[in-house]
């Protein structure tokens, strides 16, 4: 799945204690962990996966991949955001 979407703390849900690592940066899930939710299931959690689309830069850090942090140009990806919105989304309308 995306980074950043819940995976882990689903699986901390599901368990009913504190299995998996949690965050709101993403990378903190670095490796595939198995838990084991009862003696028939065993659940996986494994880092976020983006795959590239060939889509323009800006779509990876839209989906979750890149920390804000890291960004180069924070104000070219919030225009980006910009454009998805209709206009009168943006003005509140």
């Known amino acids: 799945?995306?980074?950043n979407v819940g995976k882990s703390s689903l699986i901390n849900s599901l368990k009913r204690s504190r299995a998996c690592g949690v965050g709101a940066m993403p990378g903190v899930t670095?490796?595939?962990?198995?838990?084991q939710l009862d003696r028939h299931?065993?659940?996986?959690?494994?880092?976020?996966?983006?795959?590239?689309?060939?889509?323009?830069?800006?779509a990876a850090p839209l989906r979750g991949a890149?920390?804000?942090?890291?960004?180069?140009?924070?104000l070219g990806l919030a225009c980006a955001v910009l454009r998805r919105c209709?206009?009168?989304q943006v003005r509140g309308d």
């Open 1 to 3: 799945g995306y980074p």
């Open 30 to 35: 670095r490796c595939l962990q198995a838990v």
């Open 41 to 58: 299931i065993r659940l996986l959690d494994c880092p976020g996966v983006v795959l590239d689309s060939g889509d323009p830069p800006a």
């Open 66 to 74: 890149l920390a804000p942090q890291r960004l180069r140009d924070p």
């Open 86 to 88: 209709p206009p009168q």
